[in-house]
């Protein structure tokens, strides 16, 4: 019950439009739509982890709350 009071309105749509500022930091990570970046060699297999950055993007996908997504994307 208090999920249904909490859950964003318009929640159920599948993908949402949202941008990301730029960002650096470090993380365990594998190359995906978030991770297109490149590398000196000593990073290792994937999932990997080292500093990188990612440039400022506005993009659509199915929405998850991750490192990436903290917050649902405003309407």
């Given at each position: ?8 309105a ?26 297109q ?7 290792g ?31």
């Amino acid at each position: 019950l208090l999920a249904m009071r909490l859950w964003p309105a318009g929640a159920d749509a599948l993908e949402q439009p949202h941008e990301h500022a730029a960002l650096e930091h470090e993380h365990l990570h594998v190359h995906d739509e978030h991770h297109q970046h490149e590398h000196a060699g000593w990073e290792g297999p994937e999932p990997h982890r080292h500093p990188h950055r990612h440039k400022p993007l506005r993009h659509r996908h199915v929405f998850v709350i991750d490192d990436h997504h903290p917050i649902w994307p405003q309407q």
